[in-house]
């Protein structure tokens, strides 16, 4: 079932922007917006990264995690969980919603703490929702299902830029 709208350069453009803004204000690692299926949609890198980080990987569990507090809400008779918080020695990972489709994922060093994260999240996840409903509403037939994806024939995933 397709979930994500069509996305264009100057969406993902301008989600860039965003999670810039975001990693600017919390000094995080990485900011990560995917599907909830697990597929990165677009992602930034922190200026204080010091070694490799697997964006993909992180993507696919943050997915898994999150879909399973999910479960677990429901266990426990709740609507949902909108986010989860791993806090490790080193560092820690902030999930939450943007919407019905999508996550933004953070990871960032447990030093800093998860104050000024969850504080531009708020506003990052609201300007992430914002943008993907400007894409739906631009062409609302034209809709995505990353796990569909065909790596070998992506025509259909990358159109050109309308004149």
């Known amino acids: 079932m397709p979930t994500l709208p069509q996305l264009i350069e100057e969406d993902i453009h301008k989600l860039d922007d965003m ?3 975001f990693l600017a204000g919390t000094d995080a690692t990485v900011a990560l917006i995917i599907d909830k299926g ?3 949609i677009t992602y930034r890198m922190g200026r204080n990264l010091t070694e490799d980080v697997d964006v993909t990987a992180i ?3 943050a997915s898994g995690a999150f879909m399973a507090n999910q479960t677990i809400a ?12 791993q806090q490790g020695e080193n560092n820690s990972m902030y ?10 994922v953070v990871i960032f060093r447990s030093a800093n703490g998860i104050g000024p994260v969850k504080f531009y999240a708020d506003n990052t996840v609201k ?8 894409a739906r509403d631009r062409k609302p037939e034209a809709k995505l299902d990353l796990s ?8 259909s995933i990358f159109q050109k830029k309308a004149s």
């Open 74 to 85: 429901s266990l426990v008779h709740e609507a949902n969980f909108n986010c989860i918080y």
């Open 95 to 104: 999930v939450t919603s943007v919407d019905e489709n999508c996550l933004l």
């Open 127 to 134: 300007q992430v929702a914002r943008q993907l409903q400007i």
């Open 38 to 40: 697990g597929f990165l």
């Open 148 to 155: 569909e994806l065909n790596v070998a024939n992506t025509r």
């Open 19 to 21: 999670l810039r803004w």
């Open 59 to 61: 993507a696919a569990l």
